[in-house]
Each structure stands twice: as structure tokens, then as C-alpha cells.
């Protein structure tokens, strides 16, 4: 029973570039969330999505940045035109409501550096 | 505002020696309390979870306690190892609907030393 996957666990990009993570949520998991993580620093909430809606994006910049989660395929955070500032790991998480325990289980992480 | 404030933010134990961390929320309306443990570069992993009417939690040389009246949380670690060295992540989650929405601590950095 595969975990959550991340991938690219390391992307590399310039300013003004484009970067697209993608989170393969647990087999059964409808619930995705995105978080990130700068350097010395805890994990900050991004955004909440189940299947094709988002259900809570305030931790989100309003701009540059955007998250799905199709009915088909990987969850995907797209950050436009990145900047130095966007440089962190970004970790992902998914859970299964019927659980009833909300427990997250979390991907390795995407470090993404901007030169 | 939901919060979870940690303390300490690091701490340095030697090898053999037991520690506590803490947890303080505001959270509502709270549903359960985790605490994970996050490896240097890795993902976090949950360690164990608590709901309204457990006291304490074992779980191997890892032990919870919640107070949901002061709301407070403790780890406590027992006979720490070198693989102990690592963040732990209080996270408490409360119930909107139909989901769970968790509020991260910002966590405390533990370091083993042999």
C-alpha cells in the first residue's frame, strides 16, 4: 500500500519561471493538503482540497500560486513566476475522512530552489 | 484564531536521558490532538493521537497526556535515543462539517548528544 508520493522531490528553477509539484494522495484518500516548510521554520497550511473542489485555500497567496486536485490523476501546486522568496520544501498530506481520525499522512516533501 | 504554541522551541538532552515537551492550544471545536515526529528533511510521522476523553497515550518510549480542560498536551520521551534527534509537530485538529481541520505548532527542535 503505497504512501503519499511527491514528486519532483527536487526542482530547480529561475525567477520568473514556472514550478508544478505533483502529491499522489494515499489509495483511497479524497482529502489533500498542501504545506510549507522554510528552513528552520514549521510547517505553514496552504490549502485544503478534496476531489475537483477546494475547500479551504486561505493559507495560499492569492497570487502566483494555485492548487487542483482533478477527479482523475495527482493533486498539482502551480507557483507562477517564481521568485527567491518561493524557495521551501512543500510537503503534502492526505487523509481519508471514513477514518473518522483525520490523521495526515505525509509525502516526503518537493524542495524547490529558486536561483 | 485557532493556535498551538510549543515549547521549548530546541532542546539538548544527553543519550539515556528522558524530556518533556509541551503543547498549549486554542482550538475549536477541538476534535483530536497529534503529536508527529519530523526527521531532517523527511516528512513528518505521526507518533500518536488523542481524542476529548484520553488522558494518556503510550506509545513505545513515547507518552502523551492531554488536559482538555487547560488544553495542554505533553511528550514525554523515556531513555532518549540518537534517532530521537528530531522536530516534533503538535497538530490539532478541529471538526468543520464533515472534515478536519488541523492547526500546525511551529514544533520543538530535539537534539540527543551521545
Known amino acids: 500500500n503505497a504512501g503519499v508520493m511527491q514528486n519532483p522531490r527536487h526542482l530547480v528553477r529561475r525567477r520568473g519561471q514556472e514550478a508544478r509539484l505533483r502529491c499522489s494522495p494515499m489509495?483511497?484518500?479524497?482529502?489533500v493538503y498542501w504545506y510549507r516548510q522554510l528552513p528552520e521554520e514549521g510547517l505553514k497550511f496552504m490549502v485544503y482540497?478534496?476531489?475537483?473542489?477546494?475547500?479551504?485555500e486561505s493559507g495560499m497567496p492569492k497570487e502566483r500560486f494555485s492548487a487542483e486536485f482533478p477527479k482523475e490523476g495527482p493533486s498539482i501546486l502551480r507557483i507562477q513566476q517564481v521568485v527567491r522568496g518561493d524557495s521551501a520544501a512543500y510537503f503534502c498530506?492526505?487523509?481519508?475522512?471514513?477514518?473518522?481520525?483525520?490523521?495526515?499522512?505525509f509525502g516526503e516533501g518537493s524542495r524547490l530552489t529558486v536561483l | 484564531k485557532n493556535q498551538v504554541e510549543q515549547s521549548p522551541q530546541s532542546l539538548i538532552i544527553l543519550e539515556g536521558k528522558n524530556c518533556t515537551l509541551q503543547?498549549?492550544?486554542?482550538?475549536?471545536?477541538?476534535?483530536?490532538l497529534r503529536w508527529y515526529k519530523q526527521d531532517t528533511g523527511r516528512g513528518p510521522v505521526s507518533l500518536t493521537i488523542?481524542?476529548?476523553?484520553?488522558n494518556t497515550k503510550s506509545n513505545g518510549r513515547y507518552t502523551a497526556t492531554l488536559d482538555a480542560d487547560t488544553k495542554q498536551s505533553s511528550l514525554h520521551i523515556t531513555a532518549s535515543q540518537l534517532s530521537d534527534s528530531a522536530s516534533y509537530i503538535c497538530v490539532v485538529s478541529a471538526r468543520s462539517g464533515g472534515s478536519y481541520i488541523p492547526t500546525f505548532g511551529r514544533g520543538t527542535s530535539l537534539i540527543v548528544h551521545p
Open positions: 498530506a492526505s487523509s481519508d475522512r471514513g477514518t473518522n481520525t483525520g490523521e495526515l499522512f
Open positions: 489509495k483511497g484518500h479524497s482529502h
Open positions: 482540497l478534496q476531489k475537483e473542489n477546494i475547500i479551504d
Open positions: 503543547c498549549n492550544y486554542t482550538v475549536s471545536p477541538f476534535s483530536n
Open positions: 488523542m481524542t476529548f476523553s484520553e
